[in-house]
């Protein structure tokens, strides 16, 4: 599966974004789909991530009550609507994709995807 992730720019502390990642080439409806970020000189780090039917999220404390995973089946697409964004939040985002059964715990590992996007940068101004 390829993954195209889009939606980040530049944005005052305080406001939001919402980040698209469209899938192709694969059955979307099989996999588990994570947003991971990388801040410069900071390791690739687990912001959410969700089941294949949505009925799972999870999310990194982080980003909790500020950040919102979902995904559109039919679309092929997942998303992340960032709310109350703060100037730590700044870093390149990456979504990813893990083929799963229906009953296996979401993974938050990195290392656990198989695929990825291309990342898109996300710019908190303070």
């Known amino acids: 599966v390829q993954l195209q992730a889009s939606g980040g720019g530049l944005v005052q502390d305080g406001g939001s974004l919402r980040l698209s990642c469209a899938a192709s080439g694969g059955a979307f409806s099989r996999y588990a789909m994570g947003w991971f970020r990388q801040a410069p000189g900071k390791e690739r780090e687990f912001v959410s991530a969700i089941s294949r039917s949505s009925s799972v999220t999870h999310y990194a404390d982080s980003v909790k009550a500020r950040f919102t995973i979902s995904r559109d089946n039919a679309k092929k697409t997942v998303y992340l609507q960032m709310n109350s964004l703060k100037p730590e939040d700044t870093a390149v985002y990456y979504c990813?994709?893990?083929?799963?059964?229906?009953?296996?715990?979401?993974?938050?590992?990195?290392?656990?995807?198989?695929?990825w996007g291309q990342g898109t940068l996300v710019t908190v101004s303070s």
């Open positions: 990813a994709a893990r083929a799963v059964i229906i009953t296996s715990p979401i993974p938050k590992a990195a290392a656990e995807y198989d695929y």
